[in-house]
């Protein structure tokens, strides 16, 4: 269909919704943010699980994260003009069937024991992601009054991380058996034929739940297409910020944006390394696999606890950039205790070096960093909001590449001195709540006498 015989597609102000409809919307957007949950963190397992099955280093099973990642910033700019031109329902469609296509790939992947092929599968899904969090995110920021942007975010939030909760569980009762574990101290043991055909046997177990995952992928595709989600204007314009931005010509005129999308980076970055380092970190205590299996879900756990107190808080009684500032503080603090806090305790049934707990503790210091940075860097941006928006998911690249450090680190000196990764990134998010998000020139404008 040509430019000229295509039906344009109507976007409406966020505003003129009735209540119901706000709630309709949220609730489609909800499940969208169960989804993101549900793929992305599942990660957290499937690297320990790669790394035995394809026989990896750290460094090479931390390209899990990497692939997947790496997507955001292949396909984020590309989703704004693709979401512009098929508008919301149509590009989340694609999204999550291109989601599918990706899950797909996981069976020849499978079939032949071949990691890159994994990898591709894990690019494909990343891909498909990146389309839906350019479109679900500036949505949800817009879907009411700004100073509620973070409660919203949050309730976002707790469909994720209670997907996130969920996936890794699920996919280890699928996946491994009790008697693994016994397994796994075989294999070194093993002739080189043994042990093929016992790996072989380990991958091939992942067929059957990315199959099922590609079919309700398309089945959520068409679902949404035909759903009542409304098309809304996200980049809509008072005549104040029309005023503000008539000098504007680029994005990167919007210091406030940019800076803000780099805290994404990072903060992705950290909340990655917390949920999928974990197990790896508990390995490396000499805690088994069957076992530290449930770390990640913990520290998901304490971010939903986040988000549920940034719901009850936020803004009666504390502004969501205050919250904000308080995170990246704790998290600072969390870095330095994982670091230098050395004495083993007995906490929910586990004997462990008392650091694995601040781990655990990143997720409520990680909680409410992402509510906080998105309605401060879309802040203003007008008819610039969709093109900042895919700026901002471009951030979440920070995924694939901070893990990568932290393995490489764990690999050249120990899996507890590798957390020093994360401090730099602590203190840039500390900057940002209290300065960077208040920028609007990137250099001060001379006084003119």
Known sequence: MSDKTRKPIIAIHAG?????????SMLIIG????????????????????????????????????????????????????LKRMGFKKGIML?????????????PAALTRTYTAFLLGLFTIGSGLAVLQSAANPYITILGAKETAARRISIMGICNKAAGILAPLLFASVVLKVTDSELFRQLPLMSNIEKDEALNELISRVILPYSVLGTVLIGLG????????????????????ASANSDKTHIFQFPHL???????????????????????????????LM??????????????????????????????????RVCALMGTVFTLLIIF??????????????????????????????????????NGLGRFTKLGASIMIMGLCGSAIL????????????????YWVLFPCYLYLVFYAFYGHEMRYWFKKKSIN
Not at 16 to 24: F, I
């Open 95 to 107: 999204g999550l069937w291109l989601m599918a296509a990706g899950a797909f790939l996981f069976i």
């Open 403 to 418: 893990p990568l450090f932290y393995g490489y680190f764990a690999d050249l000196f120990n899996a507890r001195t590798a």
């Open 341 to 378: 806090a050395h004495s083993t305790v007995s906490f929910l049934g586990h004997v462990a070096d008392i650091s694995i707990w601040f781990i655990v503790l990143l997720g409520l210091a990680n909680s409410l960093v992402w509510a906080g940075i998105w309605p401060l860097a879309l």
């Open 258 to 288: 940019i800076l803000g999308a780099v805290a994404i980076f990072l903060h992705v970055g950290t909340q990655v390394i917390a949920i999928d380092t974990i197990i790896g970190y508990a390995n490396s205590m000499h805690i088994q």
């Open 222 to 241: 068409l679902f949404i297409r035909f759903s009542p989600l409304p098309e809304i204007d996200t980049e809509q314009e008072s005549a104040e910020v």
């Open 291 to 324: 076992e530290a299996k449930v770390f990640p879900s913990y520290t998901l756990f304490a971010t939903i606890t986040g988000y549920l107190l940034g719901i009850l808080l936020i803004p009666r009684y504390i502004s969501q950039v205050n919250v904000f």
């Open 16 to 24: 003129s919704l009735t209540e119901r409809e706000t709630q309709t």
């Open 31 to 82: 499940v969208l943010f169960f989804i993101f949950g549900f793929v992305t963190w599942v990660n957290s397992i499937l690297i320990p699980y790669f790394k035995i099955a394809c026989e990896l280093s750290n460094f090479e099973s931390y390209f899990v994260a990497f692939a997947f990642y790496i997507s955001y910033f292949v396909m984020s700019v590309p989703s704004s003009f693709l």
